[in-house]
T-cell receptor
Framework: KQEVTQIPAALSVPEGENLVLNCSFTDSAIYNLQWFRQDPGKGLTSLLLIQSSQREQTSGRLNASLDKSSGRSTLYIAASQPGDSATYLCAVRLGTYKYIFGTGTRLKVLA | NAGVTQTPKFQVLKTGQSMTLQCAQDMNHNSMYWYRQDPGMGLRLIYYSASEGTTDKGEVPNGYNVSRLNKREFSLRLESAAPSQTSVYFC??????????????FGDGTRLSIL
């Protein structure tokens, strides 16, 4: 059974620091992996999607990598800002209609 | 540019009451989903609809029913609410092609409390 794990559950960093969020999954038979941002009281906003054949995707200060063989993905946030404070979730797509979500990392960037 | 719209945003029910959560998307997606999000757990799929007129059970379907009214709308019904159904409910939509570069899109959620 596919499991998606995100460690740590919570993280506090000072503004300006570069940081890495981790996502691990147990079964490498995935179609893609998505990183989402969730603000308090809001839904999930897609940040980056990496297809299984890709190694990384970049959007602005965000860079996501994927290593299927080791079952790991990382989300790199450069020069963090207080506005980056949110919960970050990863999800793997296993089939046409099947997604498995991690429990998220709650990030707080201190001004 | 609405995306996925859910109503209501908040609801408090008494045990045994029924209610319907509404969801509509304007992205012409074939696939729609209902998830619940509980503290310390990842989103869990309740039901999904591959296309208009079809629905299928997800991981946690017990106590729920769904209706895919048309391509835009997908509703979730609690027939007899129980305290264990207290949760945040999210509707999502996506393209049905697994190799698509299009992500799942989510609504803002319905926060439901069952007393």
């Amino acid at each position: 059974k596919q499991e998606v794990t995100q460690i740590p559950a919570a993280l506090s960093v000072p503004e300006g620091e570069n940081l890495v969020l981790n996502c691990s999954f147990t079964d490498s038979a995935i179609y893609n992996l998505q990183w989402f941002r969730q603000d308090p009281g809001k839904g999930l906003t897609s940040l980056l999607l990496i297809q299984s054949s890709q190694r990384e995707q970049t959007s602005g200060r965000l860079n996501a990598s994927l290593d299927k063989s080791s079952g790991r993905s990382t989300l790199y946030i450069a020069a963090s800002q207080p506005g980056d404070s949110a919960t970050y979730l990863c999800a793997v797509r296993l089939g046409t209609y099947k997604y498995i979500f991690g429990t998220g990392t709650r990030l707080k960037v201190l001004a | 540019n609405a995306g996925v719209t859910q109503t209501p945003k908040f609801q408090v029910l008494k045990t045994g009451q029924s209610m319907t959560l509404q969801c509509a998307q304007d992205m012409n997606h074939n696939s729609m989903y209902w998830y619940r999000q509980d503290p310390g757990m990842g989103l869990r799929l309740i039901y999904y609809s591959a296309s208009e007129g079809t629905t299928d059970k997800g991981e946690v379907p017990n106590g729920y029913n769904v209706s895919r009214l048309n391509k835009r709308e997908f509703s979730l019904r609690l027939e007899s609410a129980a305290p264990s159904q207290t949760s945040v409910y999210f509707c999502a939509s996506s393209e049905a092609v697994v190799m698509s570069n299009q992500p799942q899109h989510f609504g803002d959620g319905t926060r439901l409390s069952i007393l």
